[in-house]
T-cell receptor, first 114, second 111 residues
Framework: DTAVSQTPKYLVTQMGNDKSIKCEQN?????MYWYKQDSKKFLKIMFS???????INETVPNRFSPKSPDKAHLNLHINSLELGDSAVYFC?????????????FGNGTRLTVT | DAKTTQPPSMDCAEGRAANLPCNHS???????VYWYRQIHSQGPQYIIH???NNETNEMASLIITEDRKSSTLILPHATLRDTAVYYC????????????FGQGTRLTINP
């Protein structure tokens, strides 16, 4: 299936740990994103990469570090996890950055920090 | 970016047309209206977008008023699988990918 896939689907960890979420898209898109959906269900952009280059960084704590080894992958590493990091993290991709390039989202990674 | 206002919830009978309204009275000339939906436990799914003309695709129709201050998403023959939260988002040419999803409308399709 062509899709945006994220792993793991669920992640439960303790405060202070470091964890990574992986994302891969086989749609041939050149732009990838990380979005965060909080407990109130608001979904907001965190980062965007175009051809492995960071183009959007939305005032996210520097404990969050995205890494794009190639344009089909965008991973999210989180250091020193805090309770407030608990959320659902969505990866997305698009064929470009313009208004006529809809985003294709993965099914999310539910992160729970205890 | 223009704010949007949507009813928090709506119900529709299966097989009927579902009409989801969105107010965006502060929209500016170069801002587009986008609709996404999020089915439970899935990521958001793009539905349709438009600037000022009405748009139709295989999923839905988008009707934008002449003054562009409001729009309606129409699902012509709703099915149970259309039960989801529907988001109306207004974005301009700059930062078109920085979508901010609000509360949306929780649409329930009843058998």
């Amino acid at each position: 299936d062509t899709a945006v896939s994220q792993t793991p689907k669920y992640l439960v960890t303790q405060m202070g740990n470091d964890k990574s979420i992986k994302c891969e898209q086989n749609l041939g898109h050149d732009t990838m994103y990380w979005y965060k959906q909080d407990s109130k269900k608001f979904l907001k952009i965190m980062f965007s990469y175009n051809n492995k280059e960071l183009i959007i960084n939305e005032t996210v704590p520097n404990r969050f570090s995205p890494k794009s080894p190639d344009k089909a992958h965008l991973n999210l590493h989180i250091n020193s996890l805090e309770l407030g990091d608990s959320a659902v993290y969505f990866c997305a991709s698009s064929i470009g950055q313009g208004v006529h390039s809809p985003l294709h989202f993965g099914n999310g990674t539910r992160l729970t920090v205890t | 970016d223009a704010k949007t206002t949507q009813p928090p919830s709506m119900d529709c009978a299966e097989g009927r047309a579902a009409n989801l309204p969105c107010n965006h009275s502060t929209i500016s000339g170069n801002e587009y209206v986008y609709w996404y939906r999020q089915i439970h436990s899935q990521g958001p799914q793009y539905i349709i977008h438009g600037l000022k003309n009405n748009e139709t695709n295989e999923m839905a129709s988008l009707i934008i008023t002449e003054d562009r201050k409001s729009s309606t998403l129409i699902l012509p023959h709703a099915t149970l699988r259309d039960t989801a939260v529907y988001y109306c988002i207004v974005r301009g040419l700059q930062g078109a990918q920085k979508l901010v999803f609000g509360q949306g409308t929780r649409l329930t399709i009843n058998p």
